[in-house]
Structure formats: structure tokens, C-alpha cells
């Protein structure tokens, strides 16, 4: 994968009106210049657009990302957002977030099939996967998974330390890198792997520090400028 690294992904989820994101833009656009990796923001679908004229006019080093993509190409699919319509605006894009699968039944199935629209579109992929079961199912129903994972961000996401989640139970560091490294072990490649599950300024560092562990898929964290800045420089 040719972004450089560490990875911050700032998932805004379903929050933030367009003015409240058009100021995270400008407060995080004149630091970004500075960072040696990459930025990514996921606002909502109908933001993308106007998040991508700011970033451009502006100059920034901001990449932008959707939080989501039918399995569908274009086509009499009502509500539906294809890869094809975001590919203008988006290098990124979230798939398999284990919300999509708590509160919209997603199953594994589903992703595998948004993995290979997005690989045709040439959007990099950001894959959640939540542990190595997981992973040996996407291997096992999606061919190309393999032979592609050099172009597909994994990210280690454990439902349960996920902001807001019922049974909050956060990840360890060191456990977090343990599950990296099977991650490469399992693919058999060299993987660009990600922490997703309440990445905050407390313990962002501790993360980072970790051998295996190239990033942060950041929620709750990512809707304060402030604290996103504060990850950043410590990312930096």
C-alpha cells in the first residue's frame, strides 16, 4: 500500500452537521501538513462532496473515506450508494464495522462482497475484522482476498471495546499487537494493520508504540478536533 504511515482514520459515524465538520476540516487541515502519515476522514454520505472541495481548495493533507458501500454495483438498487458514485470523492472506505453487523444484521457474506467492489473501483478498503475466525472466513469465501491484502487496510476491531458498546471491555495494547501479528501469521503476508476500540489521547501512545500496529480506526475520539490533534501529534 503506497499511503504512508501510521494510518489515523477519523470515523465521525452517524454525527456532526456540515458546519461542525466544515470546522474539524480547518482545524485539523494546517496539522496535518506536518504529519509524516496519513489522514483519513469518514464523515457521512451526503458530506463527502463538500469535504472533498474544502480539502481540495485548502490544499490539505486530508484524505477522505466513506463509512460504508453497497454490495451492489450502480443499478435499481433504492437507498443504495455504489462504489462507482463515491470513487470521485473517496480513496478509503469502512467495510464490515461490527455496528453494520450489530444493528443491520450484516453478515460476512455481505462484506466479502463490498470487499471486491471496492478492489474493482480501486477504493482501498478498510477491513474490520474481529478476530482470527474471522479472518479465515473472509480468506475462505473472497479468492482474491489474499493475493489483494497488500491493498486493503485490516483493521483489528474487538466489538466489545467499542465506544458506547453494552459490554465495554477494553483491549489491551500488548493484546492488541498478539492479534496483529496472527493476522499476518494467517495471511501469510505482510499486512497494514490497524486498532479500532476507543483509540483516545490517554492511550493512543501506548498503541502506537506496539511493533505490529500501524494506526488507529478512531469514533468517539474523532468528533472533538481537539482530541483528534492530540492523537495526531502523538501519532507524529
Known amino acids: 500500500?503506497?499511503?504512508p504511515l501510521p494510518l489515523l482514520i477519523a470515523n465521525?459515524?452517524?454525527?456532526?452537521?456540515?458546519e461542525e465538520i466544515s470546522t474539524w476540516i480547518a482545524q485539523i487541515g494546517p496539522k496535518s501538513q506536518n504529519f509524516k502519515g496519513t489522514v483519513v476522514l469518514c464523515?457521512?454520505?451526503?458530506?463527502?462532496?463538500?469535504a472533498h472541495w474544502q480539502i481540495k481548495s485548502s490544499s490539505f493533507n486530508i484524505k477522505l473515506g466513506s463509512q460504508d458501500i453497497s454490495k451492489f454495483q450502480t443499478g435499481a438498487y433504492t437507498g443504495e450508494v455504489a462504489a462507482a458514485?463515491?470513487?470521485?470523492?473517496?480513496?478509503?472506505?469502512?467495510?464490515?464495522?461490527?455496528?453494520?453487523?450489530?444493528?443491520?444484521?450484516e453478515a460476512d457474506s455481505d462484506v466479502a462482497e463490498k470487499l471486491s467492489r471496492l478492489l474493482e473501483a480501486e477504493i482501498t478498503p478498510i477491513l474490520c475484522i474481529s478476530d482470527q475466525n474471522q479472518l479465515q472466513t473472509y480468506l475462505s469465501s473472497t479468492s482474491h482476498l489474499k493475493e489483494k491484502s497488500r491493498e486493503i487496510i485490516f483493521v483489528y476491531e474487538p466489538p466489545g471495546a467499542i465506544s458506547g458498546g453494552g459490554d465495554y471491555k477494553p483491549e489491551s495494547p500488548q493484546s492488541a499487537n498478539e492479534n496483529a501479528a496472527k493476522f499476518q501469521d494467517l495471511v501469510g503476508e505482510k499486512l497494514t494493520v490497524i486498532y479500532g476500540g476507543s483509540v483516545n489521547p490517554e492511550n493512543a501512545k501506548t498503541f502506537f508504540a506496539q511493533g505490529n500496529i500501524y494506526g488507529a480506526l478512531i469514533g468517539q475520539a474523532s468528533l472533538d478536533p481537539k482530541s483528534f490533534s492530540e492523537i495526531l501529534e502523538t501519532a507524529n
Open 85 to 105: 458514485q463515491v470513487k470521485e470523492y473517496c480513496q478509503f472506505c469502512i467495510v464490515g464495522h461490527s455496528e453494520r453487523k450489530k444493528y443491520f444484521s
Open 1 to 3: 500500500m503506497s499511503n
Open 12 to 18: 465521525l459515524k452517524a454525527n456532526l452537521t456540515w
Open 43 to 50: 464523515p457521512s454520505f451526503p458530506f463527502l462532496a463538500q
